[in-house]
């Protein structure tokens, strides 16, 4: 009661400067926002990628439903019924602008992104209904054609860069610290199999302030990783913390190759106005020509295009004359793929790359490397080749080799020689799941018979005469 006494004792002009720093964040009007504005705003913070799919894929279909069946509506003013005629011969006859099919896996996303759109618009059904039924059928079919003349196979999925092909880009300078662009993308390809970080978005976001340089209790250096979110974990989900388990750490291991002194390097040549913790981390180069000796300054402080970071495996890689497909996502393969072939679990693994679930990691380690692949075929010409040639024989005289006598130091007392020191095989040869019969004779050491024990003969001679 006191405290409300005493507020009733207070007028305007005590509150004067109170909430002077307060600000109330709004549109820019003075009124609430709208349920346009709300919408707006929900759009704005979804995944960029994600919309453009969806608009393009909407687009296509509404395209082909106006020419070929003269239907102007919106694809959300059809009744289901009659969307659902239309998407079973849209998912059949839909073509490329070359005319060529498109990819199963593009058709399923054509489909996801149209019953997204139409969620959105609070359509009646979804593309799961009862429905549906035969545009989901007619979709499985086109799949399954297909799948049927070769289209399904991943042609265009990356690569991993092999331990050999890293080592090249090393000795070749494409990675090392010679120049703006060979350090750049070191680092670039450091923090992605560190770091697990996702070749383009992720990369786009980071900023000079999150990485930073930090001692373990042994004052080991290491390069500590603080995310900004990512594809996986941007913050729409409720349920669950899209916060990592794990800091991703880089520890320096010293020479050359040592990240933190490549980090070190890197801030060195940054201008300084572009060392602050918000400032972008990759930046424009100087072309090597404006480069002076005197000045430590390789940078622009201007933000690297994200196509310039989007084509920087690539670039890489063919400055190295490396073969195959090499993108951004192949360094992400990398990472993966290292640390599985070294043993360690999925769950472990993930803890580096982000990922949520163990599941996803499949698609990154699911093929041979070129050095298993070719290890299996060598072997499996090894095969061939020993079915081809003729059975190996081995007979006391060509296995046993000359023989001589072995005497027995104690007794003097003759010692069978050991004959499996003698063999004599060709180099090279292979002998799998195969039955080896060798006869080894000793003239030398006559195996002495054991005489039989003899048998002495009593005769018996009985008479019935009394």
């Known amino acids: 009661m006191e405290a409300v006494a005493w507020l009733e004792t207070l007028n305007e002009d005590d509150f004067n400067g109170i909430f002077e720093d307060i600000s109330i964040p709004t549109n820019g009007r003075d009124e609430k926002l709208s349920a346009d504005g709300v919408s707006a705003f929900i759009k704005s913070q979804e995944k960029q990628n994600t919309r453009q799919s969806t608009n393009r894929d909407v687009r296509n279909l509404h395209r082909w439903i106006s020419e070929n069946k003269w239907d102007l509506r919106p694809i959300e003013d059809i009744p289901p019924k009659e969307l659902n005629n239309y998407l079973a011969e849209f998912y059949i006859s839909v073509r490329k602008k070359n005319h060529e099919n498109y990819e199963p896996g593009s058709l399923t996303s054509m489909r996801n992104s149209i019953d997204r759109y139409l969620k959105e618009k609070e359509y009646d059904s979804t593309l799961a209904d009862r429905k549906f039924h035969q545009s989901n059928q007619a979709l499985r079919a086109k799949r399954v054609e297909l799948t049927k003349k070769g289209k399904g196979n991943k042609p265009q999925a990356s690569e991993p860069?092999?331990?050999?092909?890293?080592?090249?880009?090393?000795?070749?300078?494409?990675?090392?610290?010679?120049?703006?662009?060979?350090?750049?993308?070191?680092?670039?390809?450091?923090?992605?199999?560190?770091?697990?970080?996702?070749?383009?978005?992720?990369?786009?976001?980071?900023?000079?302030?999150?990485?930073?340089?930090?001692?373990?209790?042994?004052?080991?250096?290491?390069?500590?990783f603080t995310g900004r979110g990512s594809k996986t974990r941007d913050g729409s989900s409720i349920e669950q913390s899209d916060k990592r388990n794990t800091t991703p750490k880089c520890y320096a291991i010293g020479g050359p190759r040592c990240p933190v002194r490549l980090f070190r390097e890197f801030t060195k040549h940054r201008p300084q106005a572009a060392c602050k913790p918000e400032s972008p981390f990759y930046l424009q180069t100087i072309p090597q020509q404006y480069v002076t000796v005197e000045s430590d300054l390789w940078f622009f402080p201007r933000p690297l295009g994200k196509n310039k970071i989007d084509s920087l495996m690539k670039t890489a890689c063919e400055k190295a004359d490396i073969p195959g497909r090499k993108t951004n996502h192949g360094a992400r393969k990398t990472c993966v793929r290292t640390l599985k072939k070294a043993g360690y679990s999925d769950h472990k693994v993930c803890q580096i790359t982000g990922h949520r679930s163990t599941t996803s990691l499949k698609a990154y380690d699911n093929e041979l490397s070129p050095q298993e692949h070719k290890a299996m075929s060598m072997i499996l010409d090894r095969?061939?080749?020993?079915?081809?040639?003729?059975?190996?024989?081995?007979?006391?005289?060509?296995?046993?080799?000359?023989?001589?006598?072995?005497?027995?130091?104690?007794?003097?007392?003759?010692?069978?020689?050991?004959?499996?020191?003698?063999?004599?095989?060709?180099?090279?040869?292979?002998?799998?799941?195969?039955?080896?019969?060798?006869?080894?004779?000793?003239?030398?050491?006559?195996?002495?018979?054991?005489p039989s024990a003899r048998r002495r003969i009593r005769l018996i001679v009985d008479s019935d005469s009394s």
């Open 161 to 224: 860069l092999e331990p050999e092909e890293q080592e090249l880009c090393w000795n070749k300078n494409i990675l090392g610290d010679t120049d703006a662009l060979s350090l750049t993308f070191t680092l670039w390809f450091l923090f992605t199999i560190h770091f697990g970080l996702r070749g383009r978005d992720e990369h786009r976001k980071l900023c000079y302030g999150d990485i930073q340089i930090k001692q373990d209790v042994s004052h080991q250096e290491y390069l500590e």
């Open 383 to 450: 095969q061939s080749v020993k079915r081809k040639a003729s059975p190996l024989r081995a007979s006391s005289s060509s296995l046993a080799g000359p023989s001589h006598t072995i005497t027995n130091p104690a007794d003097h007392t003759p010692v069978a020689p050991d004959v499996t020191s003698q063999f004599q095989f060709p180099p090279g040869t292979v002998m799998n799941n195969c039955t080896l019969n060798i006869s080894v004779t000793n003239n030398q050491c006559p195996r002495t018979p054991t």
